[in-house]
């Protein structure tokens, strides 16, 4: 009887000290966090974070709580940070000097972590704006708007040109450098250029203050966390990037736009979110993004490069390929357990899959080697190459891309894009100046509307598939991409090609509505609505063009 008693009330203690009994609500108000007070909150709110235990909710009030330095979350595990609509206002920010940058929220080091219900801006806007009034051969003046604050001294990174109703238009003009400020009078300036643009009076004109200054919110080392019902209003570089070996990453109902009531042209000055040496499962579903000054979603990791060969114990030296020359990589992009794959130097063909056993400094020991392998090959990070998940997402009148995505097992559906500067999908790899990887596989894109993309950042389709960011990368032979199906999917109003493929063992364009495509082609495969080079076990069928007659083209296919 004692010991059934005993044993009832251990239960007892157990169950009433259990983390879900123990879980409670964190008040930032407890802590001197108060919304709307104009004081700094920073401090308050790291101090209540560090209380926080698994289990437990950390609540912001509705209202406007200024940051001078980061909310750093750190170590945590099952928290619930819910904003219930708080604005994170990011202060300090010097237009003069490009900075300083934070994010308004770092998480490292953490699982099963959701923030929601916040919205991120900056009391100074990292972009001005302003209409051009005069044009010269190589200069030009313009009118910035009341709302940007005009200095002498203005740091500007990156300026680009927009039509009048506020759809970008880097065709004109899209410039890192080679231009300087003057001030001439009250809220004028004059730029001058190295060389002849083709700037018009009456366009507008944006000034990026400082393009890559980090990210609005940070998710690094950390597993199945989720960001969903953030807005980000504005940051002096990328609104969302998850890095450092982040696993099975959530962004839902996510939004980048410019505030309301405002003439900023630009939301983010860099991506709207960014993946970089991220795996297991990664979804981005019902977000929105507007503005950009690049890429909506771009996922990668990097190509390793392999300098040396021990055959006999299946050793690798390594170095990480860089267009500034060779970098040593970091000691967490490749660690013990990881899955590589090994592809040729020049065609970027895979050789092999292997595991790696062993990470000594600069030198990998691999389970096998592949009997080809050969000095100067590149290496991928399978296992830091996610899989992707994108649906109904809506991206509008940004610079660059739509979705850049370069990683496997990958489905994008249900999304929107309109009027982007350049590439509406974009399925790449590149080792001719980012070395960004790796090859696409297994990848489905499906039930897309894609308008007025790539007719000013051209390059070859409105959805495209190649191996390189830039100009060229079309001449890799098939199997560099593998199969891939392109389904459903309708185009509307791009320059060149609506869907261009190349290096791709197994493609299948299928069912896709393509209208007005190839208006004004820069290359010869941009006459074709649907042109195909160096791919082979193809398969392209009942696709619709709604004007002109070239429907298919291909060259070097099988």
């Given amino acids: 009887m004692w010991i059934l008693l005993n044993c009832c009330l251990l239960f007892l203690i157990v169950g009433f000290f259990s983390p879900a009994t123990l879980a409670k609500d964190v008040y930032l108000r407890d802590f001197g966090a108060l919304p709307d007070d104009n004081e700094r909150d920073d401090q308050s709110i790291n101090r209540a974070v560090e209380t926080c235990q698994p289990g437990d909710r950390l609540i912001f009030e509705k209202g406007t709580y200024d940051l001078w330095r980061s909310i750093k979350i750190s170590g945590k595990e099952n928290l619930d940070v819910d904003g219930n609509g708080a604005v994170l206002m990011l202060r300090g920010f010097d237009r003069n000097k490009g900075g300083p940058t934070f994010s308004a929220i770092q998480l490292t080091s953490s699982k099963l972590v959701t923030i929601h219900g916040f919205t991120v801006d900056m009391d100074v806007s990292p972009n001005s704006a302003g209409e051009i009034i005069q044009v010269r051969e190589k200069s030009f003046d313009v009118k910035v708007f009341d709302e ?11 300026i680009m040109t927009f039509h009048p109703d506020g759809r970008p238009n880097g065709k004109n003009l899209d410039l890192y450098g080679n231009f300087t400020l003057t001030k001439t009078a009250d809220h004028i300036l004059r730029i001058d250029l190295k060389a002849k643009k083709n700037v018009k009076q009456g366009e507008l004109l944006c000034f990026y203050h400082k393009v890559y200054g980090g990210s609005a919110i940070y998710f690094g080392d950390s597993s199945d966390c989720t960001l969903r019902d953030v807005t980000i209003n504005a940051f002096a570089g990328m609104g969302f990037v998850a890095s450092d070996r982040s696993i099975n990453v959530t962004l839902e ?51 390793g490069q392999i300098t040396e060969i021990d055959k006999e114990q299946a050793l690798l030296e390594i170095i990480r390929p860089h267009r500034d020359g060779p970098h040593q990589i970091s000691k967490r992009y490749v660690l013990p357990g990881d899955k590589i794959e090994i592809y040729d130097g020049i065609t970027l063909l895979a050789k092999g899959i292997a595991t790696v056993l062993k990470r000594d400094d600069n030198k990998i020991t691999l389970d096998a080697l592949p009997e080809d392998v050969a000095v100067n090959d590149l290496f991928n990070n399978l296992t830091m190459s996610p899989r992707v998940r994108i649906s109904d997402v809506s991206v509008r009148r940004n610079r660059a891309r739509g979705f850049l995505l370069q990683t496997q097992d990958v489905i994008v559906e249900n999304c929107k894009i309109s009027d982007p500067t350049g590439v509406g999908i974009f399925v790449t790899t590149d080792i001719n100046y980012w070395y960004e990887s790796g090859p696409g596989k297994d990848i489905i894109i499906r039930n897309n509307i894609i308008e007025n993309a790539n007719n000013h950042l051209i390059r070859e389709g409105a959805i495209n598939v190649k191996c390189g960011h830039d100009s060229g990368g079309v001449d890799n032979p098939a199997g560099v991409h ?55 076990n193809t398969n392209v069928t009942d696709n619709t063009l709604s004007n002109g007659e070239l429907l298919f083209g291909s060259m070097d296919c099988q």
């Fill in 253 to 303: 109902r996510y939004r980048v736009e410019r505030p309301k009531n405002s003439k900023r042209l630009t939301s983010t000055n860099a991506d709207g979110s960014k993946f970089i040496f991220t795996g297991g499962l990664l979804t981005v579903k019902d977000c929105q993004y507007e503005g950009m000054g690049d890429d909506a979603i771009n996922v990668h990791s990097s190509f």
């Fill in 148 to 158: 940007f604050p005009l200095t002498d001294d203005l740091f500007v990174d990156h």
């Fill in 482 to 536: 593998r199969n891939i199906k392109i389904t459903g999917n309708t185009i509307i109003n791009t320059s060149g090609s609506g869907i261009f493929v190349s290096a791709t063992d197994g493609i299948e364009i299928t069912g896709n509505v393509i209208k007005q495509c190839s208006t004004s082609p820069k290359q010869d495969s941009g006459k074709y609505a649907v042109f195909l080079k160096n791919c082979k």
